[in-house]
């Protein structure tokens, strides 16, 4: 093993283009997944003043909020934003497939984010980068590492092709059983209307009581791993099993989540409702809100302004479909067994990583 810095296995490139910008690839840091490996998206035909180049296989990198762990090797060639830092291999120095997975590794971001300079938009200058520190082992050692990530990468890739599929046969169905179903005001299958949370400032989780943000939902609906605790605990806001919360306002407008167990208060950009179970399913409404009709109504009815925002009112008259209790078991068992096996998937995703990081580690 040899040490290098990062500057003598690797160079910035910094082209410019000046051509005709008519049906070219443009990439803002919009497009760059967090810890995606490649770049799939893109604009065309958009104004924009970007006129750095970059071709397939060079990595892109964001040097502003490095943090948000964006870094991903180009599918094409385009022009990108000032704030994507373009990076390639120096042949000889380095096996071009291991560089990725250097770029992407824990390490290299957190060399990137001390680096980083400006209070509300921090970047990082590539002579910070250049400065950080790897071991390596030979080219040929590091063809055969690189050739254990990629297939292991393209392992995860299926893993995550498969949730997608199990994600769409799941709305799917959810069409086929329901989609001339007569629809109702949701407030027609809950107990009250809407209720807004509380507004009590989160302080670090005191192992007791969880408080439940926005953020804290993923798109999925499930909790993520942050955990905090309201400062001030009122009885009013805690969450009952079966509760269902919506998001009322930001870019994620309309997620939502459904309380199984646990002691948690809802913040006040999440709405409550409380279902009638004689009518209505709180599994079946949940799943409801993971369908193309459901997003489709949140992006008719969200208000576009400062913040994307829709009201317990709005909520209240959404449109649903109530079909027979029967048929509601029905959908809700299906659905079950999709989750299941997405929980397996996701288990397998998160196996993969480790692999990954062991090897890159190793």
Known sequence: MAKFTFGQIAKEVRSTYNGDKTDMPIVGLEHIVPKELTVKNYDINTNNTFNKSFKKGQILFGRRRA???KAAIATFNGICSGDITVIEPIEGMVYPALLPFIVQNDAFF???????????????KWEHLSSYEIELPSLEEQRVLAEKLWAAYRLKESYKRLLVATDEMVKSQFIEMFGDVEKKPFIDVCISKGEYGSNSPADDYNGN??????TDITEEGNLNGVMVS??????????????????????????????????????GYL????????LMLPQFAFAYTHTNQYYDWVEKIKKIGAQP???????????????????????VTIAEQADKSKFKLRRSIDAIDKVIKSLINS
């Open 67 to 69: 943090y948000q762990h």
């Open 271 to 278: 709405i409550r409702y409380r279902l009638n179970k004689k």
């Open 309 to 331: 925002n829709i009201s317990a009112t709005q909520y209240d008259f959404m449109p649903i479909p109530v079909p027979s209790m029967a048929k509601q078991i029905e959908f």
């Open 209 to 214: 009581i969880r408080y439940v943000r926005i």
């Open 230 to 267: 309201p400062r001030k605990v009122e009885e009013k806001y805690m969450l009952l099993q079966d509760d269902l919360l919506f998001a009322r306002t930001g870019n994620t407008v309309g997620k939502t989540y459904l309380h199984k167990s646990g002691r948690m208060i809802f913040a």
């Open 110 to 124: 957190r060399h990137a984010v001390q680096g980083s300079a400006g209070s509300l938009s921090p970047r990082v």
